[in-house]
Nanobody
Framework: VQLQASGGGVVQAGGSLRLSCAVSERPFSSYVPGWFRQAPGKERDFVAA????????YYADSVKGRVTISRDDALNTVFLDMNSLEPEDTAVYYC???????????????????????WGQGTLVTVSS
């Protein structure tokens, strides 16, 4: 399974962007998509994940209320809609996926990088003030 992220760019503070993550083949029914980001000189941090049913999203506190994760199964694509962008959102954004079954989401496992099987190449988002 290969992931291809796109949609990054330069946007002014307060603006919006939609990131896309195309999945090369139809994932397993238990596939869980996620987004992470890495700012210069910092760790790669969790941004958002979506339950394998597609019904329940999970967000980092830093983006909650400004970001929406969704998927389109017909397109094999996962989206990350970002609004009210701030300079602190500047980072390379990576899409990720897991297809080997999951534990309880209440444990927060989806926040950990090592829990994901597949990674996209990253797309740069730059928010100017």
């Amino acid at each position: 399974v290969q992931l291809q992220a796109s949609g990054g760019g330069v946007v002014q503070a307060g603006g919006s962007l939609r990131l896309s993550c195309a999945v090369s083949e139809r994932p397993f029914s238990s596939y869980v998509p996620g987004w992470f980001r890495q700012a210069p000189g910092k760790e790669r941090d969790f941004v958002a994940a979506l339950s394998w049913t597609g019904r329940t999203p999970y967000y980092a506190d830093s983006v909650k209320g400004r970001v929406t994760i969704s998927r389109d199964d017909a397109l094999n694509t996962v989206f990350l809609d970002m609004n009210s962008l701030e300079p602190e959102d500047t980072a390379v954004y990576y899409c990720a996926g897991r297809s080997r079954g999951t534990g309880e989401f209440s444990s927060g496992w989806y926040r950990r990088r090592e829990e994901y099987d597949y990674w996209g190449q990253g797309t740069l988002v730059t928010v100017s003030s």
